[in-house]
């Protein structure tokens, strides 16, 4: 298992932003991740409009993860509707 930060774009409405990340956390699950800390960092400005969304709430997960899982969790994200980016980063 390695360590992961995970950094997750949300839309920054309420309904969609609730429903993305508990998605985000079932997948994880799924695939045997730990969750070591999630840390909200807040709406920002989008840098440019995503899915013609101009803000987006910002969520970093700290996570343990088998890196042969990665691969998968990458194409179980690309079919979230309610993620606008995401971005896995390995710490070790």
Request: no cysteine; aromatic share 8%.
């Amino acid at each position: 298992m390695r360590q992961y930060e995970l950094m997750i774009v949300l839309p920054a409405e309420e309904g969609p932003q609730q429903a993305g990340r508990e998605q985000v956390q079932a997948d994880l699950s799924a695939q045997g991740a730990e969750i070591e800390k999630t840390t909200e960092i807040g709406d920002r400005d989008l840098a440019y409009e995503i899915d013609k969304q101009h803000r987006g709430k910002y969520v970093l997960y700290n996570i343990k993860l088998d890196p042969a899982k990665v691969a998968h969790l990458d194409k179980t994200f690309k079919l979230n509707n309610n993620l606008l980016r995401y971005l896995f980063v390995n710490i070790t």
